[in-house]
């Protein structure tokens, strides 16, 4: 039975969740504005390159004159330059319209700016000056250079790949910290997204004079289960939803977007770090939710809760403002209170599990204080949704409830 | 039934018969709705338990329990189909089962065209018409109504007690607070009044009357009425008398002897107090010393 009516809640939460037509608005704008960032780019990145593919088309003619000396007269005039020594004169040239382009190299280009004069082309055409200017002086001096290798070299173009070992074996590097940082951003993510519906879930029964008849048909831990576990499932859904035209951008339009190609077969996944990350994001979880709902239930209206509520998020999101600290210091006392204190617990935690400097005792003892603290706050909850949710007009005592506890085992009423 | 350090409700106990109904009497503040709270689970009770068929009650135990509490509400922003089927749902029904009953009961109750609507649109009355559904829907073996006319007009009213009856016919045991006299002695077979958390009565309602000064002669006469065991004059004014009965000796036999004794008996007229006269008889004096 309780099993069954832990399937109706679940079906009855999730169902009038999703078929509400403001969830979808508010679920759907996030992707419609990625959807829309996204086309005005490809817009962008397709105009811009029709703009530098016309200016590459484009018979740009210029004069120049150089005190540098690194110009290579060669160079300068198969890209349609030609040499000068009277700028005043050019530039005239320019200012009548006879002449696209007059640049001035000064005697050291890496100190002094190159003069450009131009005839007007627009924001986006006026481009092409600069571009040209530079691209001569950098050609002209690979020109000097002689060997492309060296050119490119000089330019700074060179990759590195680094192997580290740890104990002999080979580290992992960054691509070790990423999956175990998944955690981080899903545990943000879910909290940020479902922390006012997880405050309201159990506040709607209260406003809605709901609780006596639920409460005389289903054990209010059931409630409560199936209102979480319902509440993960919406905010399941929601990411999809946020991640889907990610993903559609990444296979179809990569190209038109200019979005890198992921190699995710460099990613390590390190067994220790995924599980403690999934221990440390599931005990943050049920400790915050167990909260959240039990200042639903002693709360009158979702107002009154909103102010007690807004302490959680903070001391939920304080460890980002140390995350330099968490990743370089992560012995030092704030970072210590940080991983110790069980709200900003989780995301220190995982910060410091995804960077590799939670050893292992302090992991389980973490893991074993959110998880004991999740299930006193969860039964704490329950006791407070029991008697708090038909105080619908006033704030519960707190004394009160604890005051209520069965002194016998009494006879038959 | 603790609340802190005050009691609000002790040493109570009392049994309710399958198939009857049975009316839980109280001025506002005597504890009634705690008392149903605490036997529900709602409230943890410092002692006690509700037992149904000897069983302890819990709500997921599978009793066949409907109870409409006195805090009316559903969920506002569903449709009144789904609240209804979710609420078939979670008392053992099937969704497709839950569902065509609570078609054919807005149908009975004038509500079939709201079945789509959202309950926030419907009236408080029809509210409550809806809610009544939700409590009978799993055929309810026993019936717990928290002041179940509070609210109706007197149509929708005659409309609700006609479904209180019918369950009761079709077996359910009915257990009723209510304040309204003519449906307790219209429905009920038992009563219980409750005074500061204490039963102050506890019976069939002719044996409450008795209780409560039992049965009361009115007449006209001539004469002297004597002094007896049988009863009290509690009223004499000019050739008019009321005498309450303190024992249960039959009326005639009161006559007879009145008449012996040399009263001209000109009517002779025997009734019961009213609940309504027991109920203020019960409560005025403890309203009035409130009010002090």
Redesign the interface.
Known sequence: MARHNLRTVIGFEVGRTLSKRRFWITTLLVPIGIAIVMTLMIIGNTSAASTADAQADAAMTFTYSDASGYVDPAVASKMGGTAVTDDAAAIAAVKAGTEDAHFVYPADPSADAVQVSGVDKGLFGNGAYDAVATQLLVLSAQNEIGDPALAELARGNVSVDATTYADGEKAAGFMGVIPPLIYVVVFFLVFTLLSNQMLTSTLEEKENRVTEMILTTLNPTTLITGKIISLFIVGFTQVLVFLAPVAIAYAFFRDSLNIPELDFSALTFDPVQMIVGALLAIGGFALFTGTLVAIGAIMPTAKDAGSLSAVLIILLIMPLYAVSSIVSSPHSFVVQVFTYFPYSAPLTAMLRNAFGTLNGWEAAVIIIELFLLAALVLQLAVRLFRYGSIQYTSRVSLKTVFARTRSDVAPTV | M????TTVIED???DVRRGETFGFLGSNGSGKTTTL???????????????IDGRPF?????SR?G?L?E????????SVI?VMA??G????LSKKTATAWSMDYLERVGLADKAKTRVDKLSGGQQQKV?LG??IMNDPELLILDEPTKGFDPVNRRLLMDIIEEQKRNGATVLMVTHQMEEVERLCDRVILLKNGRAEAYGTIPEVQNQYGGTMIRMSYSGDIPASAHYDISTRDRNYAELTLTDSTDEALILRDLVAAGVLVRSFATSKLSLDEIFVSVYGEQNEMAAR
């Open positions: 603790d609340f802190a350090s109570l106990s009392f709270r605490a036997l529900l689970g709602i409230y943890l009770p410092s002692a006690g338990v509700l037992h819990t709500p997921e135990a599978g329990l109870y509490p805090e009316r509400g559903l969920y506002k922003k569903e789904a979710y609420f749902a979670l008392k053992g809610q939700v409590t």
